[in-house]
């Protein structure tokens, strides 16, 4: 009986001290500070740059837009410039669609700032006085929405509205009760973030219990029927929808971990490798982000320091970490078919510099080389 007992708290200590070793990150202790790969950081990853089929997109066209998948071969987006024509003050933009496996282009003959595309074809442009400024309350716009390939119809905006995404559309937040100082919220403040209409929405509330104020997210389902799914609501402007897993991704920085939402309610976390999450929590120098893809996690890592040579895109494949990409990555885009990926990549030192050099570069993860 008596070693039975020892046999059970053996094992218990055993689980302890193997957490703490994990966190503790054993042999890559120190390895932050090396400017290049330690042995040990390199038992964590493999370095294969040319895995992967690879688009570099090539011209100047002075992009005044988000850029947006159209389908999985053409990306979409708004230029000041092609090299025939160049928009003159107030001009609008004209809207081009891209070829990334040729790098043929061509006018779609939409006009203005492109807004919003999903994965549905639905398609948001705002047209206004000065297209070059992000958004500016003082100026007037016009709204047009409709079907990609079709005549877009002009709608009037909604104060303190945004876009989704995977939308297209003007929603607002739900707060009746908002005021400047969160203490001041009233027991029956909401927030309700709209999805696909096949799967309803969230609302977040404010309950107080035995003095603690909660916040839980609740998610409407069609049917009527409702679900307590987390503590915390997304982040409207980093949720995405990937039609490829009928499934919701938010974006987050590593520190905060990426999640998924599925339509049936669940919530699972993205898990992050070693060595990130070591880089993470040793190195305030270090960031990273990324998107889901059908390959798995890419992890766009940077390092503003001396240590710049670490920084990629790191793809968390089933059989370990690869370094698909030795550049530093902006703001990554995913194919509806969760294939591809677009971004923005600079392969330098950034640390100091004041002009940065960026070439677009897409990346078919499921194009596997070897």
Same mark, same amino acid.
Request: glycine residues 6%; hydrophobic residues 35%.
């Given at each position: #009986?008596?070693?039975?007992?020892? *046999?059970? =708290?053996?094992? #218990? ?50 992009? $005044? ?49 492109? =807004? ?15 297209? =070059?400024?992000?958004? @500016? ?75 603690? $104020? ?28 990937? +039609?490829? #897993? ?6 987050? +920085? ?18 992050? +490798? ?10 305030? @120098? ?28 790191? *793809? ?15 703001? +990554?885009?995913? @194919? ?26 897409? =990346? ?7």
């Amino acid at each position: #009986m008596r070693r039975s007992i020892f *046999l059970v =708290i053996a094992a #218990m200590l055993l689980t302890c001290l193997s957490a703490l070793a994990d966190e503790w990150f054993g042999d890559l202790e120190g390895s932050v500070a090396s400017e290049e790969f330690t042995k040990a950081e390199r038992q964590y990853f493999t370095d294969a740059p040319n895995r992967y089929q690879k688009y570099e997109l090539r011209g100047n066209f002075k992009i $005044r837009s988000i850029v947006a998948w159209l389908d999985n071969d053409h990306i979409v987006f708004s230029a000041r410039k092609l090299p025939d024509w160049e928009a003159k003050a107030y001009e609008h933009s004209r809207i081009i669609s891209m070829n990334v496996a040729s790098g043929e282009y061509k006018d779609t003959g939409y006009r203005g700032r492109l =807004i919003c595309l999903n994965h549905l074809g639905t398609v948001m442009i705002r047209q206004g006085d000065d297209e =070059i400024i992000p958004y @500016s309350s003082n100026t007037k716009y016009a709204w047009l929405v409709g079907k990609w390939g079709e005549s877009l119809t002009t709608i009037e905006t909604t104060p303190s509205a945004f876009v989704p995404n995977y939308l297209c559309q003007f929603s607002s937040y739900i707060n009746p009760n908002q005021t400047n100082r969160p203490d001041e919220e009233k027991a029956d403040f909401s927030r309700k973030l709209l999805l696909l209409p096949e799967h309803g929405y969230f609302r977040e509330s404010t309950t107080y219990m035995d003095g603690e $104020r909660n916040r839980p997210v609740i998610l409407f389902k069609p049917d009527g029927s409702s679900l307590h799914i987390s503590e915390k609501l997304p982040l409207h402007f980093d949720f995405y929808f990937y +039609p490829w #897993m009928n499934a919701y991704f938010e974006k987050k +920085p590593l520190r905060y971990g990426p999640q998924i939402f599925y339509p049936t309610g669940s919530v699972s976390k993205v898990s992050i +490798p070693k060595l990130l999450r070591y880089w993470s929590v040793r190195s305030i @120098s270090m960031d990273a982000n990324g998107v889901l893809t059908k390959a798995g996690m890419l992890w766009n890592v940077s390092h503003d320091s001396k240590a710049w040579k670490k920084q990629g895109q790191y *793809l968390d494949t089933p059989t370990g970490l690869v370094r698909v990409d030795l550049g530093r990555g902006g703001n +990554p885009i995913v @194919s509806p078919d969760g294939c591809r990926v677009m971004d923005t990549l600079s392969r330098e030192n950034l640390l100091g510099k004041l002009s940065l050099n960026y070439s677009w570069l897409v =990346i078919d993860l499921c194009k596997d080389n070897q």
